[in-house]
């Protein structure tokens, strides 16, 4: 229910006002002072003030500064005298969403608290999401707490508040683009549009449309003027994804907007400048095709300004754990059962942090989506996995990686220790859980962790 501060020193009008306004199914709250009023703004919820605009010490325009100094969205309507129109338009100049003449009928009142209400609740919807995508795409609620990871999140808080162009480099599903994300809503253009463009998924004609905009009349089909992702993104951030796969014409023309900050669109004359940070990723090393010479090496380094790589998941492990757990609380709403999943089969558990994952983050989240849609009971088991996963050939652990003249002791070795630090780590530290989840005893397990010097 949507709630309406009235504001009149008049002790009997805010009552009147109160009394139409509850019958059309609104909340009202009443003050007869400025001062009451900014109390009540303190510690109530409120949707719309409605205030007189003639009152002792504090009248309704200084009521008005005060009201938008603390929130600058909070309509308020301002109810005047013939006699002081011109101070209403002067309230309205400072902030006021609409003011009425006094006498007014109540059909006019109600006409305009409601459309005042109604932009209020669609500043509220906006402001409720952006909340919810800064809060997504903070870089601490990207999920890891490898080594690897760690020094990823470090850069990141780094780079975001810069304007420099920043290239990400990292294998498909290894989460490029929320990484971009993070370092936009990170930044000081937080507030400015995040516009994303697949490089791969458009021929060259599509793309350098998508990207530059045309007037109309360019080519056939080009029936409209339409602006490009560059105007778009101006003030925020743009991010091209699978920049490697740019021809080398859009390569040039891509080169001169980082260059000189302004381009023309297809078609037409005028150049328009724009205020962008441009965000890369590739899956491929972009040296290695400077060096095949597929591209642009002064394209390379205007990318290269910042240089984020993401490893792949088979190089953290210990990432593994906590993103199951993350995907299964991610994906609960979608199970056909009641019955909310509590763990995994330790056999599963041990198959899926064996896994080479050779779809990084995607992969697995994909897998964690359908177990959680096929698990009839509480535990996901081998049964509501892909077929690939009950395969023995596709264990990460391969044969060739071990140097031929290794010894079979240190070999073994240097496996208990990594598979007993994983296990730690998993289990937080607490050694009971860890040596369970090892098959081992808790006093065997402390045997091991003297024989490796590991310090818990």
């Known amino acids: 229910m949507d709630t309406i501060l009235i504001v009149d020193d008049e002790k009997n009008y805010p009552l009147v006002l109160s009394a139409v306004l509850e019958e059309e199914g609104y909340e009202t709250l009443t003050a007869n002072s400025g001062h009451e009023a900014l109390e009540i703004l303190k510690n109530s919820d409120v949707d719309l003030v409605l205030t007189d605009m003639k009152m002792p010490v504090m009248d309704g325009v200084k009521l008005l500064e005060r009201i938008k100094a603390g929130d600058p969205r909070l309509p308020v309507i301002m109810m005047t005298a ?10 309205m100049q400072k902030g006021a969403y609409n ?12 006409l305009y608290v409601g459309k005042a209400l109604e932009m ?22 990207i999920i890891g707490k490898s080594k690897a ?4 999140f470090e850069l990141i808080a780094k780079i975001a508040p810069a304007s420099a162009t920043v290239l990400i480099e990292g294998e498909s599903g290894t989460g490029k ?10 930044s000081s253009r937080r507030d400015k549009p995040f ?83 441009v965000i890369a990723a590739t899956n491929k090393t972009l040296k290695n095709e400077v060096k095949a010479g597929r591209f642009r090496e002064d394209l390379f380094y205007r990318l290269n300004v910042l240089h984020v790589v993401l490893p792949p998941l088979r190089q953290r492990q210990e990432d593994i754990h906590p993103l199951m757990l993350h995907f299964i609380k991610k994906y609960a709403d979608q199970r056909n059962s009641n019955i909310p999943v509590t763990h995994i089969a330790q056999e599963v558990e041990r198959l899926l942090l064996n896994y080479s994952w050779p779809g990084n983050v995607r992969e697995l989240e994909n897998v964690i989506e359908r177990a959680m849609v096929l698990c009839a009971g509480e535990v996901i088991t081998l049964a509501d996995l ?40 998993m289990a937080d530290n ?27």
């Open 177 to 186: 683009e929320l990484v971009a994300k993070s370092i936009h809503f990170n």
């Open 195 to 277: 516009i994303a463009v697949n490089c791969s998924a458009l021929v060259e004609t599509l793309l350098e449309s998508e990207l530059f905009g045309h007037e109309k009349g360019a080519f056939t089909g080009a029936i409209a003027k339409k602006k490009g992702r560059f105007e778009l993104a101006d003030g925020g951030s743009l991010f091209l994804d699978e920049i490697g796969e740019l021809s080398p014409r859009i390569q040039v023309k891509l080169l001169r907007v980082l260059q000189e900050k302004m381009f023309e669109r297809v078609g037409g004359f005028k150049t328009i400048a724009v205020d962008i940070r």
């Open 82 to 91: 013939h006699g002081t129109v011109e101070r209403a338009v002067e309230a």
């Open 386 to 425: 892909p077929a690939v996963f009950k395969q023995n050939n596709h264990r990460a652990l391969a044969f060739e990686g071990i140097p031929a003249d290794a010894k079979l002791y240190e070999t073994l070795a240097f496996i208990e220790k990594a598979m007993i630090e994983r296990a730690l780590q």
């Open 149 to 152: 990871m760690r020094d990823v």
């Open 99 to 110: 003011y009425i003449l006094k006498p007014f009928d109540n059909e006019r009142l109600t």
């Open 120 to 141: 209020f609740r669609m500043v509220k919807d906006n402001r409720n999401l952006r909340r919810a995508i800064e809060s997504k795409y903070k870089f601490g609620n």
């Open 430 to 456: 607490v050694q009971s859980h860890a040596a369970r989840k090892l098959g081992i005893g808790k006093s065997g397990l402390n045997q091991k962790l003297k024989k490796f010097k590991l310090k818990v």
